[in-house]
């Protein structure tokens, strides 16, 4: 294994054990040992010790942690890929992971702060938002990849700098309305610090603005897993009084260690972030 720059998400352990096809036709909801339901549906999943008893809810169409590292699924997987990416499945994933969050913030709040964005803001309610493929989708850069959904540093970078992403539409959408109640928002990313002011560019091109706080990783986090440091990231917020209501994410390690009330796991068959 080797300390290298890695998939959408900054410095991290690295190697590449691109999953075999066995592997990875159990891969699709393998994260709950459970088959996906035909029709769209968030639903509780467990993904192990590693979320310390918070509830997730996600939609089953993610990889499962296999190498117990960072890996990127590869073109062995192409074609089924492109059949979810490309009809209408995965916007109704999303839209139903969406919706349950959103749901999960305004029952909280209402509960625990009031119905009015001035209250909801004063007691320090926040949802914490994961940046790729969860406000922002970059499934034409894998795509463009040879071969297909792998990662290169130097065509992710200019990726990032060309803002070649896409929007979500339904994460947007959740977005914009906890900006609207009065949520504090905090983007994490385990994207390099050196990439912010394009993601910030590229945030905004999307219709994504107004966030409280975008955290993105340095050089001193390196030797984090992604999981590692967005939970130092999230004790770090509550350090400074927030209360985290959820934590919107494509990655169980945008969930894991602890430091949120619930997680909201949106699809990616893409890559794993450990
Ligand atoms: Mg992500």
Same mark, same amino acid.
């Given at each position: 294994m080797t300390v290298a720059r890695c998939g959408y998400g900054g410095f991290v352990r690295f190697r590449r054990p691109l999953i075999t096809v066995a592997t990875a036709v159990l891969a699709v909801g393998a994260l709950?040992? %459970?088959?996906p339901p035909a029709h769209a549906a968030a639903f509780p999943v467990n993904?192990?010790?590693?979320?310390?008893?918070?509830?997730?809810?996600? !939609?089953?169409? $993610?990889?499962?942690p296999i190498a117990q590292s960072t890996y990127n699924v590869g073109d062995h997987l192409a074609r089924e890929i492109k059949a979810y990416y490309g009809g209408r499945s995965i916007d109704r994933d999303r839209a139903a992971v969406a919706l349950a969050a959103g749901r999960w913030v305004r029952e909280w709040t209402r509960a625990n702060c009031g119905r009015a964005p001035r209250e909801v803001r004063a007691c320090r309610a926040a949802v914490v938002f994961d940046i790729d493929e969860t406000l922002l989708n970059s499934y034409s850069y894998g795509i463009a990849q040879v071969p297909q959904f792998t990662f290169d540093p130097t065509t992710w970078d200019r990726y990032v700098a060309d803002c070649g992403y896409s929007d979500i539409?339904? %994460? /947007?959408? +959740?977005? $914009?309305?906890?900006? /609207?109640?009065?949520?504090?928002?905090? +983007?994490?990313s385990?994207?390099?610090?050196? $990439?912010? !002011?394009?993601?910030?560019?590229?945030? /905004?091109?999307?219709?994504? !603005?107004?966030?409280?706080?975008?955290?993105?990783?340095?050089?001193? $986090?390196?030797?984090? !897993?992604?999981?590692e440091f967005k939970a130092e990231v999230?004790?770090?917020?509550?350090?400074?009084?927030?209360?985290?209501?959820?934590? %919107?994410?494509?990655?169980?390690?945008?969930?894991?260690?602890?430091? +949120?009330? /619930?997680?909201f796991l949106l699809p990616n068959t893409m890559y794993y972030l450990h």
């Amino acid at each position: 294994m080797t300390v290298a720059r890695c998939g959408y998400g900054g410095f991290v352990r690295f190697r590449r054990p691109l999953i075999t096809v066995a592997t990875a036709v159990l891969a699709v909801g393998a994260l709950t040992g %459970v088959a996906p339901p035909a029709h769209a549906a968030a639903f509780p999943v467990n993904p192990g010790p590693i979320v310390e008893g918070r509830p997730i809810v996600g !939609s089953g169409q $993610n990889l499962p942690p296999i190498a117990q590292s960072t890996y990127n699924v590869g073109d062995h997987l192409a074609r089924e890929i492109k059949a979810y990416y490309g009809g209408r499945s995965i916007d109704r994933d999303r839209a139903a992971v969406a919706l349950a969050a959103g749901r999960w913030v305004r029952e909280w709040t209402r509960a625990n702060c009031g119905r009015a964005p001035r209250e909801v803001r004063a007691c320090r309610a926040a949802v914490v938002f994961d940046i790729d493929e969860t406000l922002l989708n970059s499934y034409s850069y894998g795509i463009a990849q040879v071969p297909q959904f792998t990662f290169d540093p130097t065509t992710w970078d200019r990726y990032v700098a060309d803002c070649g992403y896409s929007d979500i539409p339904q %994460v /947007r959408a +959740l977005y $914009n309305r906890l900006v /609207r109640q009065g949520l504090r928002i905090a +983007l994490v990313s385990a994207g390099p610090e050196a $990439n912010r !002011s394009a993601v910030t560019r590229c945030l /905004r091109a999307e219709g994504i !603005s107004g966030w409280d706080i975008l955290v993105m990783r340095g050089k001193e $986090n390196a030797d984090l !897993s992604v999981g590692e440091f967005k939970a130092e990231v999230r004790q770090g917020l509550q350090e400074k009084g927030l209360r985290i209501v959820a934590s %919107v994410g494509d990655q169980v390690s945008d969930m894991a260690g602890g430091h +949120l009330k /619930r997680g909201f796991l949106l699809p990616n068959t893409m890559y794993y972030l450990h």
